[in-house]
Structure formats: structure tokens, C-alpha cells
């Protein structure tokens, strides 16, 4: 009989918890019992999962005494206090924020790239930054057969990267402006319905956000080159779910592009979408709720002979976050690295 | 006392000849007569100007006997036919079709960039494409001092591109969606609202869009480097007006960002606006209605000792179009090259 783990989801109301619980039924997730936490706010409120009711509780030390997995989508501060914690008594935590990702007794892991890395695994498991991780996905078996060189990347996402409450700001904001009315601005520093605000993430001295630093610096760390030359620029845009990315790739050789279609039309979790005369290529609608990354508009670049140009679709809150979570799970069971 | 002309405007109810009575207005342009000429869908609607009523006509060949100046912004056949009868009958034609742009004979111009080109105009002066005239505004100064090696750019373009009525689907679509309802669409291949389109204008066969062509071979005319290498990447963003471009830019030597900011803050028709402690960065809104090409987020490619990155907004309708006529124009009046 498979065997069946004790699970605690830690956000499990806000976007990504949502569809981690979700994904929970959809990949029939081994687990026995299940806690769900969230902030006092949604504390009582009653969540249905393959059928059966729970009822959202608050984070309690005791908890953690008796869970396998502690998947955690909330902020910073909690993923630290609680990671630790969950770790220390034995639970194997795969976490969502940023802190721990840098760690180098951390793996960092999308388990389409790197599963080795969760070999050696010390109880913290961290996920990418959802724009990290289709980068990652798609730079990664262009990598093993001609290496980078360098890699340019320009990033359009979405609100729910943010969270609920911005989704919910943009579709207020919208409404707003389409009654003629100014629009009321709280999760962003400027309106975003109808508008780009090229900052996600603090600022740091270098003139970088933490954002673009978080996919320059995470990249290096899950394809292990350390020094892989990388320049991001991360913008915000007025869409719900679904990132996407352009992408300027320099090989160390000219690569046909006949070969990167083969490449990815074997690659795991990666899908091409690529018939310009048929108006394909990806969209954020179009990849929202799918477990792929789409990849389309793959072409020669022409400032460069070594050089590809691509254009990306990824769900932000599956791949990007929840299904990158579970599969993290599985592979670790799978593997019997608990 | 100052000569005054008689102007025609070709596509004066479309979102870029509305922009351009209004900058008529506000620059006080000498003009003696005023003819509006549209689609016979708008001819007999009445359109102040200055305190004054004009009625659209229709398109007449006779009308074109006593006009000096010319403005086309309609669509590439009306472009061809009328640029070609009018500068025929000696008018002077400022055109912001893609149809004469590449035309050896026709100055392609940017009155801040290559004011010079207009000098042997033979009758057709071609404006840019709206996202290639902020691109030449920005590499022209950096160049002059600092070769330009190699241009990457990324566009985030609003629907006013397209016209009034791409900003009416904007508006229903985004109206259908927040009620619950299915978008309508009908000028774009797909959903806008809510949504990215990497698309715009024909697929070439080499995978480039033609509105990405265009900026790479206008650019090029314009800078005068024929052979200049750039990459470019043009995507549709759910914004009314302005249109964003993230560049990076590889120069011969690095540079020191305070040397670019001191480039900029003396080069005319553009403005930094880069205080990210402050949240100041380019957004479209900023710039909406506003003459300036706004830079910001200029910062140090990460990835290249030679390269910087930065983010830039102009309004599409004004400087991208019907500002940069209007300048072509008085550019012509100013140095007698009528």
C-alpha cells in the first residue's frame, strides 16, 4: 500500500495556496491528513479538498509535531519563523519566499532541471521566483548541448504574482477607470490597470530590484554557473495570471533552429506554441491554468550569429509556484529522499 | 509678418489626426487654410479648431492644388495613393505610413535625431513607426559619444497604436470580462484585455513581426549605420496610450551612468526620470499627453562591461506620430527647405 503523508499548507487561502490545494486533488497527492493555515483573518473559514471539509486554523507550534510536508506561500517573515521551526521537528519544508533560496545549504529546485539537487537536502526545500523558473526550464537543456553565453531577459507579469489583493486591485481599477472615475491605489505604488510599472520588488544600490536580482542570481544557482552573465528588467503588467518573458539567448555556436524545436519537443514540462501564421504563440491566456510552459516566436536573432530570440508563457501560480511545490514533493518520495 | 500655409490633414478623425489638431492648437502652427479629410464615414461631422468649425471632406484631387502641407495618417494604401498625387501637385507630404519609410528618396526623420536629412527632400518626408522614433532618440546621443556596438529591445506597446477603435476594444472587452462575459474580439488576432499579444503587424518569414523589422531597419536609416546589429521583440500590452521599450544597449566602451545622465539632460525631447527611492520610473501615464520621451531605470548591464539597461515611455500618438510631423513641418518652414 502507498504510503501517505501528514501535510500542512501555510497561506493556504491566498493565490498560490489556493491552487496548491487544487493541484492536492488533481495529481491525487498521497497525504492522510491535511492542515491548512493562514493569517488570522481567514482563520474558521471552511476550505473543501477531494471532497472533505477543513476548516483553516492558525499556525500552533504543536502542529509540526506530526507532519511529513510543510509547504509554505505566505511572506518572508513567516517562511523564516516557521520554516525553521517546521525543519527542526523533522518536517521537510518546501517554501515559497525568498529567504532561503540563497542558502547554500538550501537546494533550489525545479525538478525538471535540477532533482539532484534535492539529494542532500538538510529539511529546506526552496522554490524559484516565478519568473525564475520557466527561465531556468528553458535555458537549461539549451545549456547541455551548446553552452550560454550570455542571456537578456525582459519580463511581463502578472498581478496575482503579488497576490489576491491585487487581482482584486486591477479588476477595482478597471472598473473605476472605465466609469470614469480615478482609480483608488493601494497594493502598488502607481495605478496599474491600463498602465506598466516597470518595478517589482525593493530596489537595490546597483539600480536593480530585488526581482530582477532574485532571476539573475537564482538562474545561476539552479544551472550551477555561477558566473553566467545575466541582465533582467521586470516589469508589471495589467494581466490577471501568467507571466511571460523575452528572451535573448547567445550560444556558445550557432544553433539551428530545427534543433531547438527538437530540444524542446522532447523536454519535460516545456510545450511549443509556435505558428506565427496561425496567430499561435503563447499568451497569458492561454497558459493559465496549464502546467506547461509555453515557449513560441523562436527565432535567429539578428544582432548576433551565436544568438536565439524566444518568447514565453507561464502560469505564475502553478508552475511558477504550486505545481513547482508538489512536484518537489513527489520527487522527493519518489526518490525516498525524506 | 509670418507666412502662413494651407494645410491638409489626411485621417483627421483617427486617433493620431485628432493628436495632431490639438498640437496644431497648441503650438500655434501659421496655417492659413485647414482641410479635414477622413473616411466617408466622418465626412460632414464638424471639428473645432483654434474657435474655428471645419466640416470633414472627403478626399478630392482638386483639393490639392493650393495646399502646402500635407499630413497622412490613415492607412498604407491611402498613404501611397494620396502621398504620391499630392507631392505630385508640389504639396509637401509628411506621411506616417510605413510605405515610402525605406525609400531611398524619402528622409525618414526624427527632427532631434537627423534634422539634416530633410535638407533634399524630393516632396514624401516619411515619420518613424511609433516605436522607432524614442529608440533613435535614445541610441542617436548615446552613439555620438560611445559607438553603439549592439541593441537589444523589448516593446510594450498600447492599442492606440492601432487606432480609436482598438482603444473602444480595450475598453468593451475589459467591460465584458469584469461582468462575467465573454471578450468580443475583433481587431486583434486575440483577447487584449487582461492579456499580452507578442504580434504585431505581419510575420515575416524569418519569424520577425513587421512592426520588429521596422525598428530595426528604420533605426538603422536613421542613425545612418546601416549594418547596426539589433534584436527586437514588439508585444501588445493592455494600455490605451504610450508605448514602453526596455532597452539594452552595448556600447564600443563603458560607460559611466553619470556621463549617460549628463547626455540626457541636455539632449532635446527627452527627460529622466529615474528616482526608483521614489518610485520615479517611466509608466505610460506619466507620459500620456506629453511631448518628452521619458528614460529611466538606467542602470549598468549586468551582463556586458560595455552595456547599459534602461526603460523609456513616449506617447505614441504625440512624439510617435503626430508631434514628430508637426515638428517635421516647422523644421522645413524654419530652414526654408520648402
Given at each position: 500500500?502507498?504510503?501517505?503523508?501528514?501535510?500542512?499548507?501555510?497561506?493556504?487561502?491566498?493565490?498560490?495556496?489556493?491552487?496548491?490545494?487544487?493541484?492536492?486533488?488533481?495529481?491525487?497527492?498521497?497525504?492522510?491528513?491535511?492542515?491548512?493555515?493562514?493569517?488570522?483573518?481567514?482563520?474558521?473559514?471552511?476550505?473543501?479538498?477531494?471532497?472533505?471539509?477543513?476548516?483553516?486554523?492558525?499556525?500552533?507550534?504543536?502542529?509540526?509535531?506530526?507532519?511529513?510536508?510543510?509547504?509554505?506561500?505566505?511572506?518572508?517573515?513567516?517562511?523564516?519563523n516557521i520554516?525553521?521551526?517546521?525543519?527542526?521537528?523533522?518536517?521537510?519544508?518546501?517554501?515559497?519566499?525568498?529567504?532561503?533560496?540563497?542558502?547554500?545549504?538550501?537546494?533550489?529546485?525545479?525538478?525538471?532541471?535540477?532533482?539532484?539537487?534535492?539529494?542532500?537536502?538538510?529539511?529546506?526545500?526552496?522554490?524559484?521566483?516565478?519568473?525564475?523558473?520557466?527561465?531556468?526550464?528553458?535555458?537549461?537543456?539549451?545549456?547541455?548541448?551548446?553552452?550560454?553565453?550570455?542571456?537578456?531577459?525582459?519580463?511581463?507579469?502578472?498581478?496575482?504574482?503579488?497576490?489576491?489583493?491585487?487581482?482584486?486591485?486591477?479588476?477595482?481599477?478597471?472598473?473605476?477607470?472605465?466609469?470614469?472615475?480615478?482609480?483608488?491605489?493601494?497594493?502598488?505604488?502607481?495605478?496599474?490597470?491600463?498602465?506598466?510599472?516597470?518595478?517589482?520588488?525593493?530596489f537595490h544600490?546597483?539600480?536593480?530590484?530585488?526581482?530582477?536580482?532574485?532571476?539573475?542570481?537564482?538562474?545561476?544557482?539552479?544551472?550551477?554557473?555561477?558566473?553566467?552573465?545575466?541582465?533582467?528588467?521586470?516589469?508589471?503588467?495589467?494581466?490577471?495570471?501568467?507571466?511571460?518573458?523575452?528572451?535573448?539567448?547567445e550560444l556558445?555556436?550557432?544553433?539551428?533552429?530545427?534543433?531547438?524545436?527538437?530540444?524542446?519537443?522532447?523536454?519535460?514540462?516545456?510545450?511549443?506554441?509556435?505558428?506565427?501564421?496561425?496567430?499561435?504563440?503563447?499568451?497569458?491566456?492561454?497558459?493559465?491554468?496549464?502546467?506547461?510552459?509555453?515557449?513560441?516566436?523562436?527565432?535567429?536573432?539578428?544582432?548576433?550569429?551565436?544568438?536565439?530570440?524566444?518568447?514565453?508563457?507561464?502560469?505564475?501560480?502553478?508552475?511558477?509556484?504550486?505545481?513547482?511545490?508538489?512536484?518537489?514533493?513527489?520527487?522527493?518520495?519518489?526518490?525516498?529522499?525524506?
Open positions: 500500500m502507498l504510503k501517505k503523508y501528514n501535510i500542512a499548507v501555510i497561506g493556504a487561502t491566498g493565490a498560490v495556496g489556493q491552487v496548491l490545494l487544487d493541484l492536492i486533488e488533481e495529481r491525487n497527492f498521497p497525504y492522510d491528513s491535511l492542515h491548512l493555515c493562514a493569517s488570522s483573518r481567514s482563520v474558521g473559514k471552511k476550505i473543501i479538498v477531494n471532497g472533505n471539509e477543513y476548516v483553516v486554523e492558525e499556525i500552533n507550534e504543536e502542529l509540526f509535531n506530526n507532519i511529513d510536508f510543510v509547504f509554505i506561500s505566505a511572506n518572508n517573515e513567516i517562511s523564516k520554516g525553521l521551526l517546521a525543519s527542526k521537528k523533522n518536517c521537510i519544508v518546501i517554501d515559497d519566499s525568498s529567504v532561503f533560496r540563497m542558502n547554500p545549504d538550501v537546494p533550489l529546485v525545479v525538478p525538471e532541471v535540477n532533482p539532484h539537487a534535492l539529494k542532500n537536502h538538510k529539511g529546506i526545500i526552496s522554490i524559484p521566483n516565478c519568473s525564475t523558473t520557466p527561465l531556468a526550464m528553458v535555458l537549461k537543456p539549451l545549456n547541455s548541448i551548446n553552452p550560454i553565453k550570455r542571456v537578456i531577459v525582459d519580463t511581463y507579469q502578472s498581478v496575482s504574482g503579488t497576490g489576491m489583493a491585487a487581482i482584486a486591485e486591477l479588476n477595482s481599477q478597471s472598473y473605476e477607470i472605465l466609469n470614469g472615475r480615478p482609480p483608488t491605489i493601494s497594493e502598488y505604488p502607481h495605478q496599474i490597470a491600463f498602465n506598466l510599472i516597470p518595478h517589482i520588488d525593493n544600490e546597483n539600480g536593480y530590484t530585488n526581482e530582477e536580482m532574485k532571476m539573475i542570481n537564482e538562474t545561476r544557482k539552479i544551472l550551477e554557473i555561477p558566473d553566467l552573465p545575466i541582465s533582467a528588467t521586470c516589469v508589471r503588467v495589467p494581466v490577471k495570471i501568467a507571466h511571460c518573458e523575452s528572451l535573448n539567448i556558445s555556436q550557432p544553433i539551428k533552429l530545427e534543433t531547438v524545436n527538437d530540444i524542446f519537443s522532447k523536454v519535460e514540462g516545456v510545450k511549443i506554441l509556435d505558428d506565427p501564421l496561425k496567430n499561435l504563440y503563447p499568451t497569458p491566456i492561454d497558459v493559465t491554468g496549464k502546467d506547461e510552459v509555453l515557449i513560441g516566436r523562436i527565432r535567429k536573432d539578428l544582432s548576433n550569429k551565436n544568438g536565439i530570440s524566444l518568447w514565453l508563457a507561464s502560469d505564475n501560480l502553478r508552475k511558477g509556484a504550486a505545481l513547482n511545490a508538489i512536484q518537489i514533493a513527489e520527487e522527493i518520495i519518489s526518490n525516498n529522499y525524506l
